[in-house]
């Protein structure tokens, strides 16, 4: 089958907290270019660096990574728009 793609919220994270992708690298140890292809899907973590990255944010890993693309921010306001 095609190759394997890991869906993640490194971005929306990194930016919620202001921190750049050198920041983000500089506390994982990892290359700044790293952060660059996690962030576009071009890179699979390993399990040891996902994990890592879900430490360092605070939250659990399925909130950072998913095998399915995450849901649109405000694609749920629908129902909240009717009971209102």
Known sequence: MGSEVTFNRIAMLRAERGITRRQLADALGVH?????????????????????ISEHFG??????????????LGAESGENSRSA
């Open 32 to 52: 700044y270019q790293t952060v660059g292809y996690l962030e576009r899907g071009e890179f699979s973590p390993s399990l040891h660096l996902a994990l890592r």
């Open 59 to 72: 939250v659990p890993i399925e909130v950072v990574f998913s095998l399915h693309p995450f849901p649109r």
